[in-house]
């Protein structure tokens, strides 16, 4: 966002050009004439005229030549095309201010800020480096005034110095990346002081504009001016932002490719002596290490090299990970006296838990895809082409996304020494395994040396000259050493087809060896043996070659097999359980919010007893009570608290005791969904009424129906539900939804 939108700035200058001569009123025909005619080479007999005072007559004849006419027509043409350009001056100006407040809003907004106080020292000692310019995506709008003083400088210099010397203007320079980068982080900040450095020489920078583009230009300006500074060096003020006095919680360089030994000692010198605990982030645009020796690492300093746009966020989330211990100490850090009557601080271990934020609904299922290659081409695009599509279609329903892991192009001649290594890697990164099992053994490498990690612990054990797609199968069996059986299928093709491949191709289909015959022998048997779900003796034929590979077909019932066996388990492992447990989350929430809200309610003890009282009124007829009020009144900690007084009696007239379900819209950001609700009223149904174990249902109108039911139900223990914020149930569409209120209610 912020840098594409400077990008967007830089082509805003340039249409802005273009647009500045389109606004000019359009000449008139006879000017367009004459501006022909004035390139025409004269001859004698039109020596005499002069184009600007000719009479109408004569220069309507000048038209009868074609050649004249033919560049009339064109020029005219080619003006009032230009003229209907669909952007002016002032549309650009109205652009180039939406981008600007665009930076603004993602370098505040879009990033936590950085807590406590910051101190940000930036190198003006950056020369520009074309090659590292042109590896940068975006690019700062350049003032038409500098411009033209750009170009007054480069008057009387040759034309070939000029054009090897000169600066791409859509490509940043390095100083132009410090100054976007220093101002970015310290609008992110709470308390932040930019200061920039040149040698022993250190000034302190005032921003005056709430426009960040406004001071990345101002910045790079006096950047520009310090490196031309010829005064006396002063360096005091290194000391005196990072004194016992100042309590500085961020220490931010940004440099070329190394740090200055003043600076680096003055960092160093705070950062042991005045606060340990003080984030150090030094950050170097280029990659090389020049100049620069990292110490010992420490977890409060950081180094980052290079230039990435993630930099801005890192930095400030890294720094936003100390927030809470920020925040409790606010008053020691301001000496802010306790409020009267406070015995003690407040910490952390008092406030009231609240449950954690909404997590994304969106879940990623990998399956791995094992087998050979040469012979097994048709077969993974049936898969990649045919079968995923689909069942990412079905999963998409269920916030689930079905990726298929398919190397067959995965791995690069760089990497084809660790081809083993890789592969393991990707299926200890999956979930399910697809097994495809032909003839072919597969290729065998040397015994990989693989990280010490506990996933591959199996392999020390493993026997010698196992095939790729044998270990890849054993590495996931590894993995889910009681359920492998659950999250495996293999499929295995009729050793028949190998009859109507052509003798040229039979090659490619067939063991490689007495020795790989057995071994693959060996290895269907043993998954046998486990108790893995094969498919045996999938039917196909041979196909012809595409591409110069060898191709089978007539393998929809192959498709089919793995579509559904997929779907099964998916349903089963992803589906059933995660909407179960995301139901009791749910459920949870809602008590966690209601206990935060009874705790709040104070006072207005009438009101809760004549709630009650009307309660009770209507529980023996069956019935429903409405309780209104304006915003900001209290409606929903009164709901709360007239939940706690029926579930308890203590209100009670009569010492009715009820079952009580109470659900509030507002305790999580899912709670307004007619379905998040309905789910948690069934979930609360079964458990007081039904005990019924079985998942809960899909779809919207069986469970409506089954909600219905229930209440249908007759039990001694009265039921109440309460129902906080229920104009704001809405359903799929966004539209307000009240068809879950049953119409009649049993007594």
Known sequence: MKISSSMSEAMVLDRKRVACPLQKVIPSGKEILVSILKKIPRGKRSRCHDWQTCTKKRMKLTLG???????????????????????????????????????????????????????????????????????????????????????????????????????????????????LLAVMIKSSSEDCRLCMTQYNYCKEVELSSDNILENVKSLVKEMKELTNYSGEQDNSLYH???????????????????????????????????????????????????????????????????????????????????????????????????????????????????????????????????????????????????????????????????????????????????????????????????????????????????????????????????????????????????????????????????????????????????EAEEKLTSLKRRLLDNGVKITENYSCMWGGVVEGKPYLKKLEDFGKAVLEDLWVVVSKLFVDEDEEAETDLEVSEQKIHQGALQRQFFGRGKLLSSAVEKVEQVQNKGGMVLIEGGPGEGKTVFMAALAEAIRSGLKSKINLHCDVISYSTSASQSARSVENLLRCLVQWLRKKRTKKESPLPHLYKDLLSEFHSTLSETKKMPLVVLVDGVDLVLDGKGQFSSDWIPTLLPK
């Open 240 to 514: 005196t932002l990072l004194s016992k006095k100042s309590k500085v919680n961020n220490i931010i360089t940004i440099s070329h490719s190394w740090l200055d030994s003043d600076i680096d000692w003055a960092i160093n010198d705070y950062r042991k002596g005045n606060n340990k605990k003080a984030l150090c982030v030094n950050i170097f645009l280029t990659d090389s290490l020049t100049g620069y020796s990292e110490e010992t690492p420490d977890r409060n300093r950081v180094v980052l090299r290079g230039f990435s746009e993630q930099i801005l966020r890192f930095v400030v989330e890294r720094g936003s990970s100390r927030l809470l211990d920020h925040v409790e100490h606010l008053d020691k850090l301001y000496n802010i006296p306790p409020p009267d009557g406070a015995k003690e601080p407040q910490t952390s271990n008092k406030v009231v838990s609240v449950p954690a934020g909404p997590k994304s609904r969106w879940r990623a299922v990998r399956v791995f895809i094992s087998s050979t290659f040469r012979d097994m081409h048709a077969e993974r695009d049936v898969l990649v082409r045919s079968v995923f599509p689909e069942l990412r279609r079905r999963a998409a329903a269920h916030c689930l996304h079905l990726q298929e892991v398919e190397l067959r192009w995965g791995v690069t001649e760089e990497e084809s020494e660790r081809a083993v290594e890789l592969c393991l890697s990707e299926v200890c990164r999956s979930q399910l395994l697809v097994g495809i099992l032909g003839e072919r053994y597969g290729q065998v490498p040397p015994k990989p040396v693989l990280p010490d990690l506990p996933q591959y612990s199996w392999l020390a054990s493993a026997p010698a000259g196992l095939s790729i797609t044998e270990m890849e199968i054993r590495q996931f069996q590894a993995l889910y050493p009681g359920t492998a059986n659950q999250r495996v299928f293999c499929y295995i093709r009729d050793p028949s087809v190998i009859k109507s491949v052509p003798v040229a191709w039979r090659s490619d289909f067939t063991a490689e060896s007495m």
């Open 65 to 179: 030549v074609p050649f004249i006419y033919r560049m009339y027509k064109n020029n005219k043409a080619q003006l009032l095309k230009a003229s209907k350009k669909l952007y002016t001056i002032e549309l650009l100006d109205r652009y180039r201010k939406a981008l600007e407040m665009a930076v603004q809003i993602s370098s505040c907004h879009n990033v936590p800020p950085l807590p406590g106080k910051t101190v940000i020292f930036v190198s003006a000692s950056m020369w520009n480096d074309e090659s590292w310019s042109r590896k940068q995506d975006f690019c700062l709008p350049q003032d038409p005034e500098e411009k033209d003083e750009g170009d007054k400088e480069e008057e009387g210099t040759t034309k070939c110095r000029r054009t090897k010397d000169k600066h791409d203007p859509l490509t940043p320079t390095m100083m132009e990346v410090t100054a």
